[in-house]
């Protein structure tokens, strides 16, 4: 028989949940954000339950203890905040300036990232220590090209030209081909995805550099980096 207790809640059952954790938990309750604000014309881009995303954002950071904002189009944009951005969409760090935000990029962001992001807090009772683009340092920590499988590959020079030449099929380095490894910081390269399996430059394509502000406007995907800054140095790529 259909039990309707075991349905998740959704529709203003939903919004009535969230009012009673802000609540009963103000000060205490971590806030997830999916998605970004759109800020132009008055949010009308973006509502739920007759409410803007920007008024909800805002009301339910106001209790929050700490903002953890889900994928790139939470952290950095994404493509909606891609040139020349017609909504007016902003990250939920440039919304939210006075409680902490973690940022937790990708598109998407890796699933073990995001739970292990929670089960640190939730164990050390702290937030993780960040890197100046406010993202967790346990992962986001390293460069995809520092450990690439086919880093020994740039080290030798040895690149792919084209799709289909033979550096494809012998997995050579795809810098050439548009590659964003040596300038994107996230753990692709050891996490990997689906359990473990793969990864985009695993399965014969370069990284976009998604975990990367701004990403969409570093093109054209396919051609050498463009000139996309580093932030641990002063230099870019």
């Given at each position: 028989d259909y039990d309707d207790t075991l349905q998740a809640a959704a529709g203003h059952q939903a919004e009535e949940i969230r009012k009673k954790i802000m609540k009963d938990y103000k000060g205490q309750y971590l806030l997830a954000v999916e998605g970004n604000a759109p800020t132009n014309d008055g949010g009308v881009y973006c509502t739920i339950g007759g409410e803007t995303f920007t008024s909800i954002l805002e009301e339910a950071a106001a209790g929050a203890k700490a903002i953890i904002a889900w994928g790139s189009c939470a952290s950095n944009g994404c493509v909606q905040a891609a040139y020349p951005n017609p909504t007016g969409a902003k990250p939920v760090y440039k919304m939210i300036t006075d409680k902490p935000v973690i940022n937790v990029p990708g598109c998407p962001p890796i699933a073990e990232v995001m739970t292990g992001v929670l089960s640190?807090?939730?164990?050390?009772?702290?937030?993780?220590?960040?890197?100046?683009?406010?993202?967790?340092?346990?992962?986001?920590?390293?460069?995809?090209?520092?450990?690439?499988?086919?880093?020994?590959?740039?080290?030798?020079?040895?690149?792919?030209?084209?799709?289909?030449?033979?550096?494809?099929?012998?997995?050579?380095?795809?810098?050439?081909?548009?590659?964003?490894?040596?300038?994107?910081?996230?753990?692709?390269?050891?996490?990997?995805?689906?359990?473990?399996?793969?990864?985009?430059?695993?399965?014969?394509?370069?990284?976009?550099?998604?975990?990367e502000e701004g990403f969409w406007d570093n093109g054209p995907f396919y051609e050498r980096l463009a000139n996309i800054p580093n932030p641990t140095t002063d230099l870019t790529a």
């Open positions: 640190y807090i939730l164990t050390f009772d702290r937030l993780p220590e960040l890197d100046s683009a406010k993202r967790p340092k346990m992962f986001y920590g390293q460069r995809i090209h520092d450990r690439c499988y086919r880093r020994s590959y740039f080290d030798a020079g040895q690149f792919v030209e084209a799709w289909d030449d033979e550096g494809a099929r012998k997995g050579w380095c795809l810098y050439k081909m548009g590659c964003r490894g040596p300038s994107t910081y996230n753990a692709c390269a050891s996490m990997k995805w689906n359990e473990c399996v793969s990864f985009p430059i695993g399965s014969g394509h370069g990284c976009f550099g998604c975990s």
